[in-house]
């Protein structure tokens, strides 16, 4: 059957045109810079004949011994070719250079005119590195459609549309990367593996994406590591770390090298939170991306990565206070032991790309995975729960006045994760005329060692808390202890098609669909998907910006450079293993995959304001959910019910503006709002079937709001401030058993506000400073404010019992205030 699938796939790309009265014109098209130009439209008598391909290159057939003029489109540019009559057999080379920015003379400023595909966005790696962040991903969250955190400031977990973090695909050069599987909080996560300064392009797409990509419901991140073309070279250091980076390319241009080194630890952020103790996180990685060209057809690369994430705590106390005015209560836990978590990663994938022409391409990827992750503690506290003196004019104001509860606990974990993921995968792309052609196969073989050793003991008041029992036994709560080993292979494969319907107007669409199946629980999917996106301005605007004046900001809203896209599939994310596994350890192994079929439809619009360049994208979208597994989320840990038992619906509007808020820096704002909504079919305690109604699904974020905005002072611009503000409005929060399907408590709004103040020391204009650092781009320091409100952000709950067998939950906070300095050098 797959030889089969191969075969097809592989002849029907494999033709190629010929004719006798023909010559050939080829060339390359780049931009000022020397980058190839992709989709470069080249065009005779109104009708399109050919475009240049990923590379920047073209090649087409033409009539011999006949008159040619052909015009060469891109974006609002074109250039003009004349070829006389030439004759049969022939080739001929053009190479052209467009500018691929749009001065405006008012103004002074590059107005960026790349315009994206349907439903993907892009973003510059190097945000992550001038904004107050502590992990990549965190500028996703202000600058990406839909994203809000998952896990906190330290974790890089993240949701999109009311999917958890387990729905989204994220690909290093085409290979996929899988976060940690055992860490319980962002403090133990570690870094990213995505390293910014090796990074060169980001996209994302928070829904209705390409065939092409792979078997998941929510959205996808794709990141290019940097292909050098110079040397370069740069360092980062801070009280978190340290980091460093270095690529360039030999003289003969075949062999070329990126890689970058980081250490990391979170110790002084640790420090501000309520657990107190000795705090000691290592976090460590070094990635490389070697290539060599091996003739001018063939070229391989090399990805690999080692990280070593260690986190471990000896705890020694605790003081929450929470409630309210009305009813202050405090916390207090002296605690006993520690904890460790450690888990290695290798990622190793070797790539092969042939291009026999500029109208063929053939990549074939494979990668290795493995991953050991181990979480070790034993911590035993014991509590003593107080209310409060509220009264303002009493000597004991927000002293302790009445014990309501006393209790001790113990939290055991020998708990051990073995992952091995190795995946092999083909893909080709084949350009003819307006048409591009992209298949694609993939088989991957999985292997999980998991050995659970994990309880708890709970006592208050001097009782082993054991509800229902009335006997002096000594019990023990959520026992367990299973050993599981799990292989695997799935097989999936893509064919897609994109076409420009119509110059004119740009209007392409894009059909593709994939397919999907494990060998595990033996399920077939199929995943066909869609896209459409058009400039109804096109032939207006084309006419305006060669020639940009005054009345053109005059203009009406419709009447403005619009790109309009819809796009809708299906989309099947069969289980990896998280999934599988329910709350007793138990997999099931017939557990189906999830599916979401997506609708979107979003405009993106180019614009002028104080005579600077603005952009505006707009998307609005329904997701039918069902076969859903449903869970739970305590931190970053997220617990599964390992059943198809529920179907819901999430649906919602993202806005955002960037653009020259001051002049010549870039700021974005983000606004979304979002209804996710699940109804789950349960058996209860009885062993009646009930089911729960509509209600919230655990990423039910109303409302979500930021800002990143920068700034600089007008007397001496090479210091800057760089603000990051984030809103988010409350979240329901679930417990296990029968607290999962009862819409009871909740997580409080996020707040949070982060700010920056940079300042060049190097002045370059001053011509000895450049001769005694030669080769020195750029020499920075910053000072970074993290929870410059020092607001209280809950994360999770923990739960306490009191005297009368009253439960209070306990709120989890994040990180408060802290200050970091940061020096940034680049060569």
Avoid at 301 to 330: C, I, M
Avoid at 593 to 610: C, I, N, R, S, Y
Avoid at 679 to 706: C, E, K
Avoid at 737 to 746: A, I, Q, S
Wanted: charged residues 20%.
């Amino acid at each position: 059957m797959l030889r089969v699938f191969f075969l097809v796939i592989l002849s029907s790309f494999s033709y190629a045109l010929f004719g006798q009265d023909v010559f050939e014109l080829s060339g390359s098209i780049t931009d000022e810079e020397q980058n190839g130009l992709t989709d470069v439209v080249i065009i005779e008598d109104d009708k399109t004949i050919g475009f240049s391909n990923s590379n920047g290159t073209y090649r087409i057939s033409l009539k011999a011994n006949v008159r040619h003029v052909l015009i060469f489109s891109y974006q609002l540019s074109s250039k003009q070719i004349v070829l006389e009559p030439q004759k049969a057999g022939v080739q001929v080379v053009r190479n052209l250079t467009f500018r691929t920015t749009v001065e405006l003379p008012t103004a002074g400023v590059q107005h960026k005119r790349f315009r994206e595909k349907v439903s993907v966005i892009t973003m510059d790696p190097h945000i992550s590195v001038e904004f107050p962040s502590v992990q990549f991903e965190d500028v996703l969250t202000k600058v990406g459609l839909g994203v809000t955190q998952a896990g906190g400031e330290l974790s890089s977990a993240y949701n999109v549309r009311g999917g958890n973090f387990d729905e989204n695909l994220i690909y290093v050069n085409g290979i996929e990367i899988f976060r940690p599987f055992l860490v319980r909080s962002g403090q133990q996560e570690g870094l990213s593996f995505i390293n910014p300064d090796m990074t060169e392009n980001v996209s994302f797409s928070a829904g209705g994406f390409e065939a092409r990509y792979g078997d998941k419901m929510s959205s996808v991140l794709d990141v290019q590591y940097i292909d050098p073309k110079k040397f370069g070279a740069g360092a980062n250091l801070s009280f978190m770390g340290v980091s460093a980076y270095a690529h360039d390319i030999s003289k003969d241009r075949r062999f070329s090298y990126n890689v970058g080194v980081r250490y990391r630890t979170n110790q002084y952020l640790l420090n501000s939170l309520d657990v107190q103790g000795s705090y000691n996180p290592n976090f460590t990685d070094i990635q490389s991306l070697l290539s060599y060209r091996l003739n001018s057809k063939l070229r391989m690369s090399w990805l690999s990565s080692y990280a070593r994430n260690n986190f471990r705590l000896e705890p020694e106390s605790r003081s929450t206070s929470f409630g309210t005015v009305q009813n202050a209560l405090r916390l207090f836990v002296a605690f006993g032991g520690a904890e460790l978590t450690r888990y290695e990663t290798f990622v190793n994938g070797l790539t092969f790309t042939y291009q026999p022409n500029d109208s063929n391409r053939i990549e074939w990827i494979s990668s290795t995975y493995t991953s050991r992750q181990l979480e070790y503690f034993t911590i035993e506290g014991a509590y003593r729960l107080d209310e409060l003196e509220n009264n303002l004019g009493s000597d004991d104001f927000g002293e302790s006045r009445l014990t309501l509860g006393l209790g001790y606990f113990i939290n055991h974990a020998r708990n051990k994760l073995d992952i091995r993921v190795h995946n092999h995968q083909v893909k080709g792309t084949h350009y003819r005329g307006s048409s591009t052609f992209e298949w694609g196969a993939m088989m991957q073989f999985d292997q999980m060692e998991d050995r659970l050793r994990e309880w708890n003991y709970n006592d208050s008041s001097g009782y082993n808390v054991a509800r229902g029992r009335s006997d002096t036994a000594i019990y023990l709560d959520d026992v367990l202890r299973t050993n599981i080993e799990l292989t695997g292979v799935r097989t999936s494969g893509f064919l897609q098609w994109t076409h420009i319907l119509d110059q004119h107007n740009d209007m392409r669409v894009n059909v593709g669909i994939r397919g999907n199946y494990w060998n595990v629980n033996e399920q077939f999917v199929f995943s066909p998907r869609g896209q459409l996106s058009f400039k109804p301005n096109k032939r207006y605007n084309d006419r305006i910006y060669s020639k940009i004046t005054e009345p053109r900001l005059r203009d009406s809203l419709l009447r403005k450079d619009w790109l309009l896209k819809v796009a809708a599939g299906l989309y099947a994310q069969p289980p990896f293993y998280r999934e599988l596994r329910d709350l007793s350890g138990v997999l099931n192994l017939n557990l189906r995959a999830q599916k979401a079929v997506h609708f979107v439809f979003g405009g993106d619009m180019l614009f002028t304001a104080w005579n600077r360049p603005f952009r505006f994208i707009g998307e609005v979208y329904h997701k039918q959910l069902y076969d859903l597994v449903p869970y739970f989320l305590d931190n970053v840990r997220i617990r599964y019910d390992a059943l198809n038992n529920s179907k819901g619906h999430s649906s919602g509007l993202d806005l955002r503006v960037n653009g020259e808020f001051i002049k010549d820096l870039e700021s974005w704002v983000n606004i979304s709002f979002l209804s996710t909504r699940e109804r789950i079919t349960y058996t209860d305690a009885s062993g009646v079937q009930q089911n729960t109604g509509n209600i919230r699904r655990p990423t039910d974020q109303r409302f979500h709001g930021s800002i990143l905005f920068r700034d600089e002072l007008k007397t001496d611009p090479s210091v800057k401030m760089h603000l990051n503000l984030v809103f988010g409005t409350g979240l329901p929060y679930y417990f296990n058993g029968p607290y999962r399907y009862e819409e009871r408590f909740g997580i409080p709004a996020y707040r949070r506000v982060d700010i920056g103040f940079s300042k060049e020391l190097i002045d370059f204009s001053k011509k000895l400073t450049e001769r005694r650092l030669s080769g020195l781009q750029s020499f920075w320091i910053s000072l970074e404010v993290f929870n410059l409100l020092q607001v209280n952000n809950t994360i999770s709950y923990i739960w306490v019992e009191d005297l009368n067998n009253n439960l209070y939950g306990v709120p989890n906070y994040l990180t408060g205030r802290r200050l970091n300095l940061k020096l940034l050098v680049k060569i």
